[in-house]
């Protein structure tokens, strides 16, 4: 299994960002998949899943501003991230937690 992560970046407060995963190596809509994060100083923390049927979840902290989608076609997983804040700077992963895969994960930095 392979999963690369992109589409970090640094960016000004209030800022858009959208993250990719392109996965490889299995059936990709077969299984669910996350988002976790982690800041300096911080453990991991979970960001997001999406169900191997679809649904979705979020934490307290980026529901309503993060939003989880996949392109089956791409084996491809996104995480729109609106109304980014310092607090939101992390290294962000994705991860295939039933088989312990991750991403390499990508730097997002979020300063004015």
């Known amino acids: 299994f392979q999963l690369v992560d992109s589409g970090g970046g640094f960016l000004q407060p209030w800022g858009s960002l959208i993250l990719s995963c392109a996965t490889s190596?299995?059936?990709?809509?077969?299984?669910?998949m996350s988002w976790v994060c982690q800041a300096p100083v911080k453990g991991l923390e979970w960001v997001s899943r999406?169900?191997?049927?679809?649904?979705?979840s979020y934490a307290n902290s980026v529901k309503g501003r993060f939003t989880l989608s996949r392109d089956i076609k791409k084996n491809t997983l996104y995480l729109q991230m609106n109304s980014l804040g310092p607090e939101d700077s992390a290294v962000y992963y994705c991860?295939?937690?039933?088989?312990?895969?991750w991403g390499q994960g990508t730097q997002v930095t979020v300063s004015s």
């Open positions: 190596g299995f059936i990709f809509n077969n299984y669910a």
């Open positions: 991860a295939k937690f039933s088989s312990g895969d």
């Open positions: 999406i169900k191997a049927a679809g649904g979705t």
